[in-house]
């Protein structure tokens, strides 16, 4: 005999929306080149997509891409924030640095984004570190 619940019997109600959200899932590559886009249609200048897979743990992916302005590279940062979160459901799992400090680093896991002002990608010269890695697409 089934011993009954201490309790009493709990009635729980779940109210499911009538259509769940579709994780839209990309490859990796596909989602690389999908950055590509969102920086490109902010005006993100010399942007490089490298493929790093075999050469680190790090990442697959690397995009690199320069803005003008503090403004512009806030602005490159926040339209592609919001564009994955609306458009794939993916939120960056880490971001550092800031439009001020002319370094904007995004974390998608097997992607990381660069956005770069003049100056600091002159000084990182992440291209020369990486020089190793594949160029996937490069938009001077």
Do not use: C
């Amino acid at each position: 005999m089934a011993r009954p619940w201490p309790y009493g019997i709990i009635n729980t109600v779940v109210v499911l929306p009538k259509e769940l959200p579709q994780e839209v899932a990309l490859e990796p590559l596909d989602l690389a080149k999908r950055v590509v886009d969102i920086l490109s249609a902010k005006f993100g200048a010399d942007i490089l997509l490298l493929d790093l897979s075999g050469l680190t743990i790090i990442a697959d992916h690397f995009v690199i891409a320069t803005g003008e302005s503090t403004r512009q590279l806030d602005a490159m940062a926040q339209d592609l924030k919001q564009q994955l979160k609306e458009e794939l459901s993916l939120s960056p799992l880490a971001t550092e640095g800031t439009a001020e400090s002319g370094w904007i680093l995004m974390d998608y896991g097997g992607l990381v984004v660069h956005i770069f002002s003049e100056a600091q990608r002159e000084r990182y010269r992440l291209e020369e570190l990486w020089s190793q890695a594949r160029t996937v697409l490069r938009m001077a």
